[in-house]
């Protein structure tokens, strides 16, 4: 049983702050995604609750008690490193049982510990090797059991997919899934990838530029994106966004009338976001939008169209095979009539 | 097939000529120490030049390690208590030397490169700097103050200079080595339970361990070779070390060529010794399979 608080939480290196009043809520049991492009103060985070990073400001506030300024040796709280980390002069066993050797657990136990976390991790086979003599997979799944075994209040992640390659990365990504939901360990989890977000979080906190933009279920965050940088943060290929003008029959973008109810008076310019998969291919005439082709990508099940539309650079996906030359015209639709609109000077959702 | 692999003769003998200089540059002087330590004394100040002796001998060596022998037709004295003491001298403050400085080293690096405090570069750069200053211009203070010490002559005084020489280096050495260390190793060992001490003992000395010896080597051979220290600081064979003893066998009557080298061939032997038995320690990879 673990909660997490963060109330007001800042990080400053020097005059310079890099986190601004972070304020979350993490339940128990609950895997929370910090996601951001590089930069954003999401790994910095996650290193204020191991304790790596001192906290500037604020409360960090583990099961009701804060814990600021307590030592990483005694939060009790297990990471797995981006690079793993694997002490390269111990035997995976000793890896794994490095944590809880150190709280003098008798040598019984330890084992046993061990053992039951290699049976869950595949890793039976490898207890006496060195880290140098497993693949990159193994390594990670060494670095989970390190995690795993002293069963510690919160997980904390720090891209530990990002040195694996597509493959493994889809298939590691639902055994930690998998594992964290068996285990019921609170956890954080830092990515650069929304994919690996939104397919592994109950929850997922958007961070841009040291500011949380979002904190939300996947699909509140995919369906509902409270400003621009989440709607084009998350989902690939990113929205697209295109300027237009509130009318009394709509919102007028480029020459082409879209049926949007727009909860603003006529004349005020607004950002329409359309998502790429929202878009197929149509004919000319009423809210169709035209789109000048510029280049075809074909990823197997689906054609990634680039181009602009109405004016704006944009993409469609386009569920099977097509052939086109640049310069093409288009014409697209929207038949699901799910539009985005977006303020156009503070870029916040409109609704 | 690489562009290395294509091979051009002239480049071939030109490189084999090249290994050839360098192996006679470094191995020549040791070959001719050993040839003149067999060579009989009335050989040695001959006029003819030869690589080995006609009558190769071994009373150099009898005269060093025997209890007496004779030189030209008279029973002399052995050498062996001398040079017996010398040897237990350079080894006793060689190896304290290496001992203290690599321990100290080892933890003083680590604090430059993983604490921060004020003036840490600073520190760091008067340390490294001293290496700069001769050691003449320092040995007339030095020698005062190690009278007023009483620390002449003994283990201790040599150490304690050897150390104080010698240890910028290893910290350097050592702070590189510590600089290449990935921190994640460390934090995860702390996230793990382990404190900032059983982490350095425990995770990262294991894996400094090639650097560490590598530090060793230097300060045992640096301290083996130092000849200016003792002799101004060892006046007696109470600390005297085998650098200083073996040019005393050269007397105002005569120098004694044959036993001065069988006395050199054998004072290579501990530092000889030494590396070959580290080097094994001294495998490179260690850090292999700490990351993806």
């Known amino acids: 049983m673990a909660t997490l608080k963060f109330e007001g939480l800042k990080k400053r290196y020097g005059a310079v702050e890099v986190l601004h009043d972070i304020n979350l809520d993490v339940a128990d049991g609950e895997l929370i995604s910090l996601v951001g492009a590089s930069g954003c103060g999401k ?23 804060v814990i600021n300024d307590v030592a990483p040796k005694s939060r009790d709280i297990a990471m797995v490193f981006q690079n793993y980390a694997l002490y390269p002069h111990k035997t995976v066993a000793e890896n794994m049982g490095f944590s809880l050797k150190l709280r003098s657990v008798p040598r019984a136990e330890i084992d046993t510990a061990v ?23 193994q390594r990670q799944r060494v670095a ?20 694996l390659d597509a493959t493994l990365r889809v298939q590691m990504r639902s055994e930690i899934r998998a594992l964290q939901m068996r285990l019921g360990t609170t956890s954080l989890y830092v990515t650069h990838d929304q994919l690996e977000a939104m397919t592994m979080s109950d929850r997922i906190v958007v961070l841009n530029g040291g500011w949380i933009e979002q904190v939300g279920t996947p699909v509140e965050i995919y369906d509902t994106p409270r400003n621009i940088f989440v709607a084009q943060f998350i989902g690939s290929p990113k929205m697209n966004l295109i300027e237009g003008v509130v009318t009394s029959e709509g919102v007028m973008v480029g020459d082409t009338l879209l049926p949007i109810a727009a909860p603003r008076a006529a004349g005020t310019p607004l950002i329409v976001g359309i998502r790429p998969e929202h878009l197929s291919l149509g004919v000319e005439g009423p809210g169709a939008l035209p789109m000048v082709l510029e280049a075809l990508e074909m990823t197997g099940a689906e054609t990634h169209v680039y181009g602009t539309i109405a004016g704006a650079q ?27 609109l977006f303020d156009k000077e503070t870029g916040l959702r409109l609704d | 097939m690489s562009w290395k692999a294509v091979s051009n003769p002239i480049l071939s003998i030109a490189k084999a000529f090249a290994v050839l200089l360098l192996v006679i540059w470094s191995l020549g002087p040791i070959y001719w120490a050993f040839a003149t330590s067999v060579t009989p004394s009335n050989e040695i100040i001959s ?17 060093l390690l025997g209890a007496a022998s004779t030189a030209h037709g008279n029973e002399v004295q052995s050498v062996w208590p001398q040079f017996r003491a010398a040897m237990i001298n350079s080894i006793v403050t060689s190896g304290l030397a290496t001992i203290v400085t690599v321990a100290i080293a080892a933890f003083g690096a680590y604090a430059f490169v993983r604490l921060r405090f004020p ?18 211009t320092v040995m007339i203070p030095l020698y005062r103050l190690m009278i007023s010490l009483n620390l002449i002559d003994t283990y201790l005084g040599i150490t304690l200079i050897y150390v104080s020489a010698f240890l910028p280096l290893a910290l350097w ?33 294991p894996l400094a361990a090639p650097g560490l010896i590598a530090a060793a080597i230097l300060t045992f051979l640096n301290a083996w070779g130092q000849f200016i220290v003792p002799l101004v600081f060892s006046p007696t064979l109470a600390s005297k070390s085998l650098t200083v003893l073996i040019p005393e066998f050269a007397t105002r009557s005569n120098i004694d060529y044959g036993l001065m080298n069988a006395a050199g061939i054998l004072a290579i032997i501990p530092p000889v010794a030494l590396v070959i038995f580290l080097n094994r320690y001294l495998v490179s990879g260690l850090m292999a399979g700490a990351q993806k």
């Open chain 2, 47 to 63: 006029k003819s030049l030869r690589l080995w002796p006609a009558h190769a001998t071994l009373e150099h060596y009898a005269k």
């Open chain 1, 115 to 137: 053992r039951r976390a290699a049976d869950l991790l595949g890793l039976t086979p490898y207890l006496d090797r060195y880290p140098k003599a497993l693949s990159g997979g």
């Open chain 1, 314 to 340: 944009g993409i469609m996906t386009h569920a099977g095979r097509l052939s086109g030359a640049p310069g093409d015209k288009l014409w697209l639709t929207n038949p699901s009539e799910i539009y985005h």
């Open chain 2, 173 to 205: 050495l050592m702070r590189t080595v510590y600089e290449a260390m990935p921190l994640s190793l460390e934090e995860a060992a702390w996230l793990d339970g382990a404190g900032r001490l059983y982490t350095l003992v425990a995770i990262v000395l």
């Open chain 1, 43 to 65: 790994s910095t985070l996650l290193r204020m609750v191991a304790g790596l990073e001192d906290i500037s400001g604020g409360q960090l506030i583990l099961n009701d008690r």
């Open chain 1, 144 to 163: 989970m059991g390190r995690a795993i075994v002293r069963e510690p209040e919160v997980f904390l992640f720090d891209e530990p997919l990002s040195n």
């Open chain 2, 119 to 136: 003036g840490r570069n600073i520190l760091f750069a008067l340390v490294v700097a001293t290496m700069a200053i001769p050691a003449y």
